[in-house]
Nanobody, 120 residues
Framework: QVQLVESGGGYVQPGGSLRLSCVPS????????MGWYRQAPGKQRELVAAKGRYGSPKYADSVKGRFTIIRDNAENTVYLQMNSLQPDDTAVYYCNAKVPLGTSDEYDAWGQGTQVTVSS
């Protein structure tokens, strides 16, 4: 079973920055994709950013230009650099890995979540 350990959440004022980290129990090369999702109170979990083994990352429209996902192969870590944070970014952030099963299937592995609160 894949384990994902997140860190880096916290409290920040509007306009501030935070960097989230996610370290998987296996090599990040083994995952089809890794990304970050978030869930605010009363809302559904939504994709924030994701990056596959190859190609360009994808971002939610609401975070484009402010957030950057970094897949660091050397450190076996996935980061989410969050700049210009706004109160609407307040949520629990979850690391996600898409774990391949055989040649044509995969399942989602999730971290335990880390709280990000943006408030003045």
């Amino acid at each position: 079973q894949v384990q994902l350990v997140e860190s880096g959440g916290g409290y920040v004022q509007p306009g501030g920055s935070l960097r989230l980290s996610c370290v998987p129990s296996g090599s990040i090369f083994s995952f089809t994709s890794m990304g970050w999702y978030r869930q605010a109170p009363g809302k559904q979990r939504e994709l924030v950013a994701a990056k596959g083994r190859y190609g360009s990352p994808k971002y939610a429209d609401s975070v484009k230009g402010r957030f950057t996902i970094i897949r660091d192969n050397a450190e076996n870590t996935v980061y989410l650099q969050m700049n210009s944070l706004q109160p609407d970014d307040t949520a629990v952030y979850y690391c996600n890995a898409k774990v391949p099963l055989g040649t044509s299937d995969e399942y989602d592995a999730w971290g335990q979540g880390t709280q990000v609160t943006v408030s003045s």
